[in-house]
């Protein structure tokens, strides 16, 4: 027994010099878990997967990336988690959608904030549209605006949650249009939110350009609006920015996507991470894939997400000062 | 007799407390909007309590055989090791190591063949590693769960 | 679709056409590949559907897309039904669809008959599934904007509806019932605020991440069954906590031809409530379980072993598979989560579901269905054969069976979320389950009572929203056709309780007093 206590003692010292050691060179040596706070088979879910599929390939990590859902509360569940749980040994990464888990840290009453967390880079960028059902009154947003001017209060609006892109975007709308509109976020996240829409639950709703895409081509919804500096040329090239049919509302609701690890870990796993992971998110199979699904790709490097979540604090802490 | 129904007013009256500090935290706790539902829940809940709690007082309350010493004292072992295999050692020894010896201490605490024969500690060995390598093979080889290591394995 | 063939019939008769791309070769592997990795998978406790399909998506990248979806398909059925296998043998639900099945289906195991409890399941899975693919194949056009029709009102309607069914769930004590009920309903409470995103009832950090429904079920169910091995103490007969002796399956096919009542009433239940969008198939089983007992001339012997309830809850919870996909593939609504996932594996092949689908990718959308049909069959057989199989080794004596359950569901309610905060919650509800049912308070109210606490509540809340903007709370939650209806189920089946509550106490039925500590 005594032979046993030393051996594995020995070997437990050999496994902690071995680790410290080849932090930067071996990692990683067992495949690593991405933590997504949405449920499997959201959005975020489903872009994570197709996003690290090539992980294993000996010229990118090296080893698997698995999805772990976490799933809850418009992702303060997960976020929670990954903030005080997840140990910072780059073998646990999660999955970050800006704003959301920005606005909620200024919000408050969560265990985290932009500054909680280490960017890796980012694989992509959905942004918030607003769109009606096929047969609405409404063609266009200055149609939704009036409507909502001359009963405020009364134009019911759905969207994935709150202090996610969609009221983000539903904020500034309302802040540009100085109107009132019934922001009324869905149980079940996005594709809820499209539902209400299609089955004339709610007068209007903002979504993802990607789900809205779809469903448009589907035929059950019109898009009156994108809320993002420019058109969207690859999938809705006919539908204006918020800018454009003049209301003030910038690039604020775009869903950034992207990979990020927990502060405290090993500056060589960061280095050696976001060295590796754009690489991985421009791999031939991923686009092919993330086109295949009409899901917008947006590869961002660590100093551009790092300069993105600051800006988004910043403009952010602005909009939600007054709430 | 009287056993009994002293016993069925412990829980009874647990479950009393409970609900009413369920209802006073559903009433006075903010934002309102997020405790509209529990009040309604909390208002069934107390009244249904307040209800159980006369029912035991009276000694109607008669589902239930309640504990007995013998039933007390046979399950205190047990109850000990998993309270320490899930409070403590999964991850202080880690998840294999604590699941294999909780394993081995139900199953020979439990086991009817005498505790002083080697063969009946072979079998029990045997079938401890039997079963921890199904578990094994299911969770990490084909689940790729990543269990806490803790000290050894 | 409907646009396209205007005869019904013959639309419905395309199917027939695309039976050829399930015999191929790669396509059959992968759909035996499929049903078999599937019934692994879903009798794996803690694993439910949804995560075991979402495992899978990675493999469908590496296929054609009709391949990927076959694989998808013969899984997601094969989970469904695989979960009753830890539900009967181990009264550990696979999944919250499992529930009911393991409330009859682990007493008669534990009566020595679990091959006979097996059979049955997968039997009744087997029938219900088949239906429920059927509808899919013929209805779809018909079925899916009726789908539609449920609002965030009518999804809170339905969840009351489940709730009223608690106080006759538990045939014991009709308070007791309720008020196990309303712990459950209390418990799903705990944590974020789906909605609003606040804080409620959290006394603890380790209360932060709320109560997580399948670690609370394996808690709740297997603990104290652990519990009650270890009551028994060293006992010196060697008794066998369950074993599975051979059983003639022409006699569990006779007698799921006996039940035709209790059949019919879970294949209803379940297809409808797979139909409607946010409910999901969670309370399928239990609801259908609730009916068949409802109609049932020998209602006290449900929860004793008794086939009729084993065939009500497994073949509404296979019943649900096919309905579900209804909004997914023509409105592009996931109506489930599991339905979110095999939206997932459409969308990565380029193929955007909608209602022009099945003239844009017959080939894909047709041999995708007529493999679930086909999966359906390979379901049954190979769940025969485990209950065949399991004949030959589950004969654990109970100190193994309390060792290897501990075991399971330490492991199985760790691997949901990989959080040690899980594994904890899991066990302090078990032991407080045990202390519970000691004092005839049930498990399975407040496992439902967890389930529908968040419909409800979210459903309230939601629809609270939009009758604020509109015309108040009134008029949203109580006027309108299907809202009326919906109140009046509610109310019939609270009446029912009431009266059966009244029946009961006028004539106890002699089973019980032997139960009752005297008095």
Known sequence: MRKLVTVAALSVAITAFGVSASLAGDYPERPIGVAVSYGAGGATDF???????????????????????????????????????????????????????????????????????EPIANWGADPAVVIVGKDSQFNSMADLVDFAKANPGKTTTSGAGLFVGHHIAALQIE????????????????????????????????????DAFRAREAGNIKIIGIADLERNTEFLPDVPTLKEAGFDVDNSSVNFRGLMVPKGTPQAIIDKLAAQVPLMFNHKRVIKRMKAGGSPLKVMDRASVLAMWAERKSALSELLKGL | MNMTRFQHLIPAGIIFVLSAIVTWLSFTEEPAESFLFPRAISVFFIALAAWNLVRAASGLSRVGEGMSSSVMKNVFPGLLVMIVFVFWAAKGLGFYLASSLSFLAIYSLYDPAPWSSPKAWIKRVMITAAFMAVVYGLFTLVLQVRTPRGLFF | MGDANPSGEQAGMEFLHYFGGVFEPVALLLLLGGTIGGLILGATPGLSPTMAVALLIPFTFHLS???GLILLGAAYTSTVAGGAVSAILLNIPGAPANIATALDGNEMARKGQ????????FLASGVGGVIGVLLLIFLTPVLAQWALKFGPSHLFWIAILGVTVIGSLDSKSFVKGLLSGCIGLWLSMIGYDEILGTERFIFTDAL?????????????????QVMEMFSKGRSTANVNAISVPKYSLSQSIKELLDSIRSLSIGTVVGSVIGLIPGVGGQISGLVAYDQARKFSPMREKFGTGHAEGIIAAESANNAMVGPSLIPLLTLSIPGSPTAAVLLGGLLIHGIFPGSDIFDKHPQVVWTFINSMLIGQILMVIFGIYTAAWAARIAKAPAPIMAAGVLVLAVFGSYSVQQSMGDVHIMLVLGIGMFLLEKFGFSAAPLVLGLILGPLAGDYFTNGSMIAAAQNGPWVYFFTGGLNILLISLVSLSIGYSFWNNMLQKRDPVPEKAGQEPGQ
């Not at chain 1, 109107?179 to 299609?198: E, N, Q, R």
């Open chain 1, 47 to 117: 872009q994570a997967r197709i996003v690290t599929m090539v992980a294993g390939n000996a010229d990118m990590l090296g080893q698997p990336i698995y999805i772990l859902n976490k799933p809850g509360a418009g992702g303060r569940k997960g976020w929670n988690w990954f903030a005080t749980e997840a140990e910072a040994d780059g073998y646990t990464m999660s999955a970050y959608n800006v704003p959301h888990f920005i606005a909620q840290g200024i919000k408050g009453g969560v265990k985290y904030n932009a500054d909680s967390f």
């Open chain 1, 175 to 210: 802040k540009a249009c100085a109107c009132k509109i019934a922001y009324i976020p869905t149980k079940g996240g996005g594709a809820a939110a499209m539902k209400a829409v299609i089955a004339g639950e709610v007068m209007a709703g903002i979504n993802n350009l990607s």
């Open chain 3, 65 to 67: 897309a009709t391949q």
């Open chain 3, 114 to 121: 679990g091959a006979r409890a097996l059979q049955l399941s």
């Open chain 3, 208 to 224: 932060t991440g709320g109560i997580h429904i399948i670690p609370a079920l394996i808690g709740l169910f297997a603990i104290p």
